[in-house]
């Protein structure tokens, strides 16, 4: 098991930690439970969907990188798949506090790079900041999405954010989650600079159209990719390295074991991710980053 979770295991029931054992084992975690996982931990353990939800929630902050708060913010969002993803707030050294990812952010954006096409609800362990609400009102859920907090009876995301502002009133309608393919290729056969690409072609930039995604290489040779995920009020906006750096963690490597990275992108679109994408991997201490344009 990841040395991370041994304290929040050891806290876990008895049946929950027999249920959870063969998973956590696995050589590598993946930090999410596939619907059929869950179901099996479900009846191992007694627990029903949102009391395992729950249960799980040490866990998820357990994957938490916080250097400047040391506050550990764990989120686990269910999939209309049924799977359940994790999620952990994550901050970065060196850099401005706007390169931070919040949990919800990291647990929504875990599903979506894993190819869930909706959230049912999502569950943290503090109440969502006005951030992650607005951040959540781009999901193709809506304001329909369940968010369920300790000691408190679950509401909807219009409960948490009345009189919201979203994409419609932007007139956009392809939402964050939905299907979605901008016909973006390149002839540079570089595997890395193609995994690149694919992750900016399924990026989610309806308001500027500045399609941009990125592909991490490890040191030991896995390859992580993000996708860019504008928001309506633009600020809550995720870039496409912190989509990457999110599978990165998730999976338990050290973010300061990147040895490559390629962040690809529009040319001549109004935005570029570029200058903050380099700062922030210069900060984990990776000079080997690249820019393709596409
Ligand atoms: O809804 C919230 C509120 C805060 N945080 C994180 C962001 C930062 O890392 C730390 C302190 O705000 O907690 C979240 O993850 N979710
Ligand atoms: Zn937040």
């Not at 876990?12 to 054992?21: P, Y």
Request: net charge negative; aromatic share 8%; with cysteine.
């Amino acid at each position: 098991m990841h040395a991370r979770f041994t304290a929040a295991f050891s806290q876990l029931s008895a049946a929950l930690q027999t249920a959870l054992a063969p998973l956590l084992e696995q050589d590598e975690f993946p930090a999410f439970l596939t619907a059929a996982q869950a179901e099996a931990v479900k009846q191992a353990s007694g627990l029903d969907d949102d009391a395992l939800a729950f249960a799980l929630l040490p866990l998820a902050a357990a994957c938490s990188l916080a250097p400047v708060s040391e506050f550990f913010v764990g989120a686990v969002a269910r999939g209309l798949s049924g799977n359940l993803y994790f999620g952990a707030n994550m901050e970065f050294a060196g850099t401005p506090l706007q390169q931070t990812i919040h949990a919800e952010q990291c647990a929504v954006t875990h599903a979506w790079m894993r190819g869930e096409r909706g959230l049912a609800s999502i569950t943290v362990n503090y109440t969502p900041c006005g951030h992650c609400r607005q951040f959540m009102n781009e999901l193709n859920s809506g304001t329909g999405l369940t968010i369920r907090l300790p000691g408190r009876a679950p509401a909807t995301l219009g409960d948490y954010l009345p009189d919201a502002f979203g994409p419609r009133d932007l007139n956009i309608t392809t939402l964050l989650m939905d299907e979605t393919r901008h016909g973006l290729s390149s002839s540079n056969q570089d595997p890395l600079t193609q995994q690149a690409v694919a992750a900016a072609d399924q990026s989610h930039a309806p308001y500027s159209r500045s399609y941009s995604g990125v592909a991490l290489e490890a040191e030991d040779g896995a390859v992580f990719t993000g996708r860019y995920a504008e928001n309506a009020a633009f600020n809550p906006s995720l870039p496409p390295l912190q989509a990457a750096l999110i599978l990165m963690n998730l999976s338990g490597r050290d973010l300061r074991h990147i040895r490559r990275a390629v962040l690809a992108e529009t040319q001549g679109s109004l935005l570029t991710q570029w200058p903050a994408t380099q700062a922030t991997l210069l900060a984990l201490g990776c000079k080997n980053s690249e820019h393709h344009l596409l």
